[in-house]
T-cell receptor, first 114, second 114 residues
Framework: DAKTTQPNSMESNEEEPVHLPCNHS???????IHWYRQLPSQGPEYVIH???SNVNNRMASLAIAEDRKSSTLILHRATLRDAAVYYC???????????????FGQGTTLQVKP | DTGVSQNPRHKITKRGQNVTFRCDPI?????LYWYRQTLGQGPEFLTY????????KSRLLSDRFSAERPKGSFSTLEIQRTEQGDSAMYLC????????????FGPGTRLTVL
């Protein structure tokens, strides 16, 4: 399974944008880039995913490098509720032969200061 | 609430006792996953089901662990002869097979073995 590398922790001020980086230099052509986050005492929740093009949804934006060896999760205006551990995960879709299991690293712990 | 539910949310047991956890996935999801998360680490894959068939088990799943999904709906995870090292959060997730669809996680069951 291809590996991702993220900083252990980051800090942000409330109402400011946050850019969370992820390196995945061994990504294969069929790997999707997924981001999940885990708030304290909760299960992980899906944030966003993409393959090659940048993606936007109501929670965040995902910027994917042209060579796909890195990506950045962008929270446009951090709130205190965004304080969580953010995981960048590579996932290979496919038919029934693909397990779909997620391989989590240690993620980035985001602190948001008021 | 149509999300993934897990029961109990917390379980405290003495070493050597057996415990059983239950997961109710989102109803139309045919895949169900179990993960374990220890303090400060990301979740680790344990096993998964497609409908009622258990298709993969991690090496983390010792012979004291057994999981079932008898009718392809809810699942149970049993740990026999618990050890202190089993203390962790046990997370359940579900999804639709064969797609890039996200996994939806439950809130987890926190097990403490005294």
């Amino acid at each position: 399974d291809a590996k991702t590398t993220q900083p252990n922790s980051m800090e942000s001020n409330e109402e400011e944008p946050v850019h969370l980086p992820c390196n995945h230099s061994t990504i294969s052509g069929t790997d999707y880039i997924h981001w999940y986050r885990q708030l304290p005492s909760q299960g992980p929740e899906y944030v966003i995913h993409g393959l090659t093009s940048n993606v936007n949804n109501r929670m965040a934006s995902l910027a994917i490098a042209e060579d796909r060896k890195s990506s950045t999760l962008i929270l446009h205006r951090a709130t205190l509720r965004d304080a969580a551990v953010y995981y960048c995960i590579l996932s290979r879709p496919g038919g029934s032969s693909n397990t779909g299991k997620l391989i989590f690293g240690q993620g980035t712990t985001l602190q948001v200061k008021p | 609430d149509t999300g993934v539910s897990q029961n109990p949310r917390h379980k405290i047991t003495k070493r050597g006792q057996n415990v059983t956890f239950r997961c109710d996935p989102i109803s139309e999801h045919n895949r169900l996953y179990w993960y374990r998360q220890t303090l400060g680490q990301g979740p680790e894959f344990l096993t998964y089901f497609q409908n009622e068939a258990q298709l993969e088990k991690s090496r983390l799943l010792s012979d004291r662990f057994s999981a079932e999904r008898p009718k392809g709906s809810f699942s149970t995870l049993e740990i026999q002869r618990t050890e202190q090292g089993d203390s962790a959060m046990y997370l359940c997730a579900s999804k639709v097979a064969g797609s890039t669809d996200t996994q939806y996680f439950g809130p987890g069951t926190r097990l403490t073995v005294l």
